[in-house]
């Protein structure tokens, strides 16, 4: 099983940039799925959370400029993010819940995966 993420790069402040997440082999089913950020020097932080339900939760920070989103039919995730500002500044990395399967489609466990992060630059 393999998570990708995309949709990084730079734009100026107030800009918008939609970042995706992208799960795939044996996947049985997906249930949370995260996006987390990690600026330099910093911690890394939970910016947004969707549940298979469709329940969110967003940083306080975020909250009113970023909207998580989810595809199930494309085991796809993503974060749209508008009114950008220069703290927004980190590398962002999607985390997913994920039961994955045998090569018979039998559920084996439940796991969480990480995938490879993508920058993300707000000039001032």
């Known amino acids: 099983v393999q998570l990708q993420a995309s949709g990084g790069g730079l734009v100026e402040a107030g800009g918008s940039l939609r970042l995706s997440c992208t799960a795939s082999?044996?996947?049985?089913?997906?249930?949370?799925m995260d996006w987390y950020r990690q600026a330099p020097g910093k911690q890394r932080e939970l910016v947004a959370a969707?549940?298979?339900?469709?329940?969110?939760n967003y940083a306080d920070s975020v909250k009113g400029r970023f909207t998580i989103s989810r595809d199930n039919a494309k085991n796809t995730a993503y974060l749209q993010m508008n009114s950008l500002k220069p703290e927004d500044t980190a590398v962002y990395y999607c985390?997913?819940?994920?039961?994955?399967?045998?090569?018979?489609?039998?559920?084996?466990?439940?796991?969480?995966?990480w995938g490879q992060g993508t920058q993300v630059t707000v000039s001032s």
């Open positions: 985390l997913a819940d994920m039961v994955y399967s045998d090569y018979g489609g039998v559920p084996v466990a439940t796991k969480e995966y």
């Open positions: 969707m549940t298979s339900s469709g329940s969110t």
């Open positions: 082999g044996r996947i049985f089913r997906i249930d949370a």
